[in-house]
């Protein structure tokens, strides 16, 4: 055979670390076995940190069976990677994640939760050292990218674990029970926001025999709300739905969050628990319980801050505690999917693997890709931070939208609009205008079985 013809072999298989997570109290793991399984299916080799998924759930025997490398030793990860698949990284574990900034290098991706817009800083910091990072916070709400969003498929947990936190906490029973000693009343629970985490926490509550009532900026989820067997509060409220809010939660003035909190108090002092979810990307979450409204609680009633993470939505939480104030309990924990660790994982896995997939497929790691999906989510590149939100968060001048590889329609929006609940999409149409932050359709999470089937 000549030395001058081509040759047949093909390209090396990328190499995908997962590393253990860092962040306080964390216990899920980037890619489950399942999901290494699929990325070796389509040519992607994957090594991770042995001991990485024991907290979720998944001794390193399965990752090995699955076709994964078992590694000792976090830095030999990010050495011997190409691509890092983590949960929580860059702003979204800003203390704890400081260590691996020494361990990246130019020219390596980096992908997973990033909170880019409130860790900005951090984000600037990974432009400095050469690396590309997606932030799957960012991604657009469209309908195709509906297989990816880890905000929708970890808001769902948390809606879910919420409720059973209360009820755990609680101390009444539920459901209404007729019994030889009496008739007891179902507790009553008062959902704030119907998006991903707010219906599965009023299908929760409603299936353990609680009245539900919820509460959304958005006439539109009232129907789904209904379907779900709990009770629509609706309030006449001016709001702006300009549509260019892109699926995300948009801020309002004080004034309608007054007027808001004023409509919604004879409610809340009627329940037994509430249930709040409202969240703004990259701001501190509005304020929709007041104390005063606490005051009124019944004694014993409870209050799950899904928001607490980012100041909460009710004045008195204080995020990684359970305080008690004026006879009621106030759960500020944060990060709640990780205490369902074994599903949120698969379901994270699924989201990422999906994601990272596409990004392959669009060959988008030299940044020249015009997919929305990749413009959106990219944030640093080639030594720049590319992606406008986070440009304008740090106070710098929009890039050349050719060589950014962003349109105009990615300019961030300085037009308010109305908070609800976490999450919006619809997944009847390519993209969504209603205000909020993650997709708010019932069921926005993969076709796939995330049942545990062992």
């Known amino acids: 055979m000549s030395q001058d013809a081509p040759s047949s072999e093909s390209p090396p298989n990328r190499i995908v670390g997962v590393p253990a997570e860092t962040f306080p109290d964390e ?12 990325l070796r299916k389509a040519g992607v080799d994957v090594i991770v940190q042995s001991g990485a998924g024991i907290p979720a759930g998944y001794p390193d025997d399965e990752y090995a069976a699955a076709g994964a490398k078992l590694v000792e030793g976090r830095d030999q990860i990010f050495k011997r990677a190409e691509i890092i698949l983590q ?6 574990n800003p203390e704890a994640g400081a260590a691996d900034n020494s361990l990246l290098r130019e020219g390596q991706t980096l992908i997973g939760m990033c909170d880019p ?94 009245v539900v009532w919820s509460y959304d900026v958005r006439p539109a989820v009232k129907e789904e709300v209904l379907s779900l067997g709990a009770k629509f509060l609706e309030i006449e409220l001016v709001k702006s739905t300009d549509g260019k809010s892109g699926g995300y939660a948009e801020e309002m003035d004080e004034e309608f969050y007054r007027r808001q909190r004023q409509a919604m108090m004879s409610i809340i002092q009627e329940s037994d628990v509430v249930i709040t979810t409202a969240a703004i990307p990259g701001r501190k979450a509005p304020v929709l319980v007041t104390e005063e409204m606490v005051e ?36 500020g924990t944060i990060n709640i999917p990780s205490t369902v660790p074994y599903h949120s994982s698969q379901m994270y896995g699924r989201n990422i693997t999906t994601f990272l997939i596409h990004v392959l497929k669009e060959e988008a790691l030299d940044g020249s890709s015009d997919d929305e999906i990749i413009r959106q989510t990219m944030v640093t590149h080639g030594g720049e931070v590319v992606n406008a939100r986070v440009r304008s968060e740090l106070g710098l001048p929009p890039l050349d939208n050719t060589e950014a590889g962003q349109s105009a329609d990615d300019q961030p929006s300085d037009q308010p609009s109305a908070v609800g609940s976490e999450s919006a999409n619809n997944p009847e149409a390519e993209a969504s205008t209603e205000p909020d932050d993650v997709p708010a359709s019932g069921d926005t999470t993969p076709a796939e079985d995330v049942s545990d089937k062992s």
């Open 117 to 210: 817009l409130l860790g900005a800083g951090v984000m600037q910091g990974l432009a400095d050292r050469g690396v590309t990072s997606f932030a799957l916070e960012l991604l657009p709400r469209i309908t195709r990218a509906q297989s990816m969003d880890v905000l929708s498929s970890q808001a769902s947990i948390a809606g879910y674990k919420a409720v059973l936190t209360a009820a755990a906490q609680l101390p009444r029973m539920c459901p209404m029970m007729m019994t030889a000693a009496g008739t007891i009343a179902p507790a009553r629970f008062f959902v704030l926001g119907a998006g991903v985490a707010g219906l599965q926490a009023i299908a929760t509550a409603k299936r353990l025999g609680a």
């Open 87 to 92: 949960v929580r990284t860059a702003g979204a």
């Open 296 to 331: 009124h609680m019944p004694n014993g009633s409870i209050i799950i801050d899904l928001a607490a993470e980012t100041g909460g939505n009710c004045a008195l939480t204080k995020a990684r505690e359970v305080i008690v104030e004026h006879g009621v309990t106030i759960d």
């Open 27 to 38: 216990r899920r793991v980037a890619l489950a076995p399942a999901n290494v399984a699929v």
